[in-house]
């Protein structure tokens, strides 16, 4: 062995933000970090693209009021200043109408609800913004729990296309909890029951990846991009072997993998059987995010619920309506679901075709010439599918007996992926490897 001293290194494999955001707290901490990231571009799902002349992120990022540990990082990288709230409003395409949702008076007005579905779906709402425990809701299932309080008919008119067309054949699958805490989140982003509030950063999440790969930097460590990891193995001394498909490989007192679990038992084969075992059975649904940019706005809002017999989505995140981008007018559609669903591969002409003629329903007055450009991309494992007592299925994040950390966005349960919560993630990571030194 070469008489390099390998204390306090570690490999941290995955540029998303909780890669980052883990080297970044272990380089300030004084470890000697090395990032390893498989795109040429870092960022993961946070990733910034050039879309017809706009620098954008390829997925939409808004924030809440609760995401305490995102507020905590920006202050930490001088990027406070760009942070910026916004009054948003949301609406339902529902019976090819569009109208107001998403507050009590839209609720009461809305066409085509008795008012004992909407009284059901509203408490049911309230509730559950009030709500602060989930132990009980981690047991049970999600679909049975809101039908439970909504009853049949709102569930029927709100609830169910929602379901299918996010969670396709794992719709009856998914914990209580997970769901909840979506709601509670939006729920409580408010400056009052009649408006939401919804934050969003100058230029995207960029300055936030890359004021981050910047201080790991400054803090000596190194990121390196278009550097896929194949392979972590343990040596005879202890070190942990990591290697690349473009290098024989590096050593590492320390691993971190923030990397999507159903990659990890083809590349860490020195953990136990038991964990990979349990890493191989964990469900993700893929996404195909379709983003259009408009010469008019499609609405006035940042979120529109759809229901309608004949349009696949069910929804869309009008993004220049959260942040305003000089006037410009871009929608995202995310179309989640398992990649093994026929659609996931289907051209992107296809989705092009079809979200053209949503919005021009929609919107009667869009004409072919107010579609400036569509994109659509693709990401494989973009979000976990939790189920009943999710947190007892995934191994711990250290692997026992070894100085391995593994964690993706499915270790947020009960909530739903979010920048806040990779950050938040990230924190505890970074103490547990001091912990364990
Ligand atoms: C459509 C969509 C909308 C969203 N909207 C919001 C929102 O509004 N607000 C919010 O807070 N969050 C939102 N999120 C969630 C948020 O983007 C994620 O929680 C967060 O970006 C996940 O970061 P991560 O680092 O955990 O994972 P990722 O971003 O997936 O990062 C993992 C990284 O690992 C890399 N990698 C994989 N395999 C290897 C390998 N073998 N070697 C090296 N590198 C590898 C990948 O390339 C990737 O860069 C959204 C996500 C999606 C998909």
Redesign the pocket.
């Known amino acids: 062995m070469n008489n390099v001293n390998y204390d306090k290194t570690v490999a941290v ?8 955001a883990t080297a970044y707290y272990l380089a300030k901490k004084g470890y000697k970090v090395t990032v ?4 040429k571009e ?6 910034t693209f050039n879309f017809s002349g706009t620098e954008i992120e390829r ?5 809440c009021t609760s ?1 305490y540990d ?1 507020f905590e990082m920006l202050e930490e990288l001088g990027l406070k200043e760009k942070l910026h709230w916004t009054s948003t409003s949301m609406g339902y395409w529902y019976n090819k109408q569009l109208q107001p949702w998403g507050n009590p008076v839209a609720l009461l007005k809305f066409k085509g609800l008795s008012f004992t579905a909407k009284f059901r779906y509203g408490l049911h709402a309230f509730m559950s913004v009030k709500r602060n425990r989930y132990d009980d809701l981690d047991k049970i299932e999600s679909t049975g729990w809101i039908k439970k309080w909504v009853g049949k008919e709102a569930w029927n008119k709100l609830w169910k296309n929602l379901f299918e067309l996010k969670f396709y054949e794992y719709s009856e699958q998914l914990s209580a909890a997970w769901i909840w805490s979506r709601i509670r989140r939006i729920g409580r982003s408010r400056y009052n029951m009649f408006k939401e509030k919804l934050g969003y950063l100058e230029g995207g ?1 960029k300055p936030l990846i890359h004021g981050l790969a910047d201080a790991i930097k400054k803090h000596g460590g190194t990121v390196l991009s278009g ?4 392979a972590v193995t343990q040596d005879s001394s202890g070190l942990y072997h990591v290697a ?1 498909e473009n290098d024989a490989g590096f050593l590492f007192k320390n691993v971190v993998s ?3 679990l159903p ?1 990890i038992s083809g ?1 860490f084969e020195c953990i136990d059987e038991k964990s990979r075992n349990m890493f191989e059975k964990t469900i993700n649904e893929g ?1 195909v ?1 379709v983003i259009v940019k408009l010469r008019k706005a499609l609405t006035g809002n940042f979120w529109l619920n759809v229901n309608d017999p004949d349009m696949d989505i069910p929804g869309t995140i009008e993004y220049t309506n959260l942040n305003p981008l000089n006037g410009e007018h871009i929608v ?1 559609i ?1 179309y ?1 679901m398992p990649i093994t669903n026929s659609k996931f591969n289907d051209s992107d002409e296809v989705y092009r075709n079809k979200i053209k003629s949503y919005f021009m329903e929609i919107n009667k007055e869009l004409k072919d010439e107010d579609f400036i450009d569509i994109q659509v991309s693709r ?1 494989k ?3 976990p599918i939790c189920g009943i007592e999710y947190l007892k299925t995934i191994p711990q994040i250290k692997m026992d007996n070894h100085k391995i950390y593994i964690a ?2 499915s270790y ?1 349960y009960p909530e739903d ?6 950050i938040k993630i990230a924190k505890h990571i970074s103490s547990l490897v001091e912990e364990n030194e």
């Open positions: 494999i995955g540029a998303g933000i909780m890669g980052l390893f990231e498989k795109e870092i960022g993961g799902m946070a990733v997925f939409y990022h808004f924030h995401d995102y999440s550097t896929s990891v194949k690349t923030t990397i999507p990659y590349i996404v995010c995202y995310p989640y990401y494992y973009a979000q993706d966005t947020y992926r979010g920048i806040s919560e990779g």
